[in-house]
């Protein structure tokens, strides 16, 4: 599996981005897709997945700020950010699980001025 992510950047506080994830490669073993992000000096720390039915779970940080959605037909995931903070500058990481294997893209980098 491999997963190819975009959409980072700069932006102020209170606004909004969206970040994508598509897979290519054994995608239909996909059953969860969804998003890390890591800090300077911090552990990886989940942000929100999504389940190939659907079923999604956030971290309680971006819970009512962040959306994560999925297309299964274009095998893409979707993070939604809005009402950005500053302390939601990271480097995002999209990732799939399959079976007990876990995949990660490459990091894209969000960063939130004051």
């Known amino acids: 599996v491999q997963l190819q992510a975009s959409g980072g950047g700069l932006v102020r506080a209170g606004g909004s981005l969206r970040l994508s994830c598509a897979a290519s490669?054994?995608?239909?073993?996909?059953?969860?897709m969804g998003w890390y992000r890591q800090a300077p000096g911090k552990q990886r720390e989940l942000v929100a997945i999504v389940n190939s039915g659907g079923s999604t779970n956030f971290a309680d940080s971006v819970k009512g700020r962040f959306t994560i959605s999925r297309d299964n037909a274009k095998n893409t995931v979707y993070l939604q950010m809005n009402s950005l903070k500053t302390e939601d500058t990271c480097v995002y990481y999209c990732?799939?699980?399959?079976?007990?294997?876990?995949?990660w893209g490459q990091g894209t980098l969000v960063t939130v001025s004051s």
């Open positions: 490669g054994s995608i239909s073993s996909i059953n969860v």
């Open positions: 990732c799939a699980i399959v079976g007990l294997n876990v995949y």
